[in-house]
């Protein structure tokens, strides 16, 4: 079956740094392109980050822009999200899953919280 575990979430003060894992199982990794989605309180879950099954190829929304970094290492079905100066509003909990609005299959997902 498909299953993600996310993991690297923590309490962090704003402009810290944080790196998000999920580790991914029950299908071909390396020929998927993957997303980073978030989801804070009393919000809908948005993409946050996509990387192409090569990892050459990367979105970033524009919230996110210029203080992430996505990337993946295809022998050890991994994908992580490299965040800096992170801000308040970077509070939510992620996931990460398939593109385009993800599949059946969702992990717990990992919680980030930037406060002072």
């Known amino acids: 079956q498909v299953q993600f575990v996310e993991s690297g979430g923590g309490l962090v003060q704003p402009g810290g740094s944080l790196k998000l894992s999920c580790a991914a199982s029950g299908f071909t990794f390396s020929r998927s392109a993957m997303s980073w989605y978030r989801q804070a309180p009393g919000k809908e879950r948005e993409v946050v980050a996509t990387v192409s099954s090569t990892g050459v190829g990367v979105y970033y929304a524009d919230s996110i822009k210029g203080r992430a970094t996505i990337s993946r290492d295809n022998y050890r079905n991994t994908m992580y999200l490299q965040m800096n100066s992170l801000k308040p509003e970077d509070t939510a909990r992620y996931y990460c899953?398939?593109?385009?609005?993800?599949?059946?299959?969702w992990g717990q997902g990992t919680q980030v919280t930037v406060s002072s």
């Open positions: 899953n398939f593109p385009n609005k993800g599949s059946f299959y």
